[in-house]
Nanobody, 122 residues
Framework: QVQLVESGGGLVQAGGSLRLSCAAS????????MRWYRQAPGKERELVAG???????NYADSAKGRFTISRANAQNTVYLQMNGLKPEDTAVYYC????????????????WGQGTQVTVSS
């Protein structure tokens, strides 16, 4: 089975930085796409950024210029460097993986981590 484990969340003042990490465990050969989503209280979950195994990236408008997504394919790990944090970035951040090539795992399955809380104080 595949598990995604996030880390790196916490409390930071506005203007500060945090780096989130998400490691996928299991007998994984490759992962096509890894993404970060977030969900603030009372709001729907939204895409923050995504990255393919070839390094192509996409960002939500709110993340452009402040956040950087990267990944280490050999470690099946994705990162989200967040700079210039704002109070409106406060949310639970979730890691997502799709297109996983692993024995006994459906390629079409969609995997989520448990989430990590990011709180930005003003």
């Amino acid at each position: 089975q595949v598990q995604l484990v996030e880390s790196g969340g916490g409390l930071v003042q506005a203007g500060g930085s945090l780096r989130l990490s998400c490691a996928a465990s299991g007998s994984i050969f490759s992962i096509d796409v890894m993404r970060w989503y977030r969900q603030a209280p009372g709001k729907e979950r939204e895409l923050v950024a995504g990255i393919t195994s070839h390094g192509s990236t996409n960002y939500a408008d709110s993340a452009k210029g402040r956040f950087t997504i990267s990944r280490a394919n050999a470690q099946n790990t994705v990162y989200l460097q967040m700079n210039g944090l704002k109070p409106e970035d406060t949310a639970v951040y979730y890691c997502n993986a799709q297109g996983i090539r692993s024995a006994g795992v459906s390629y079409k399955a969609n995997y989520w981590g448990q989430g990590t809380q990011v709180t930005v104080s003003s």
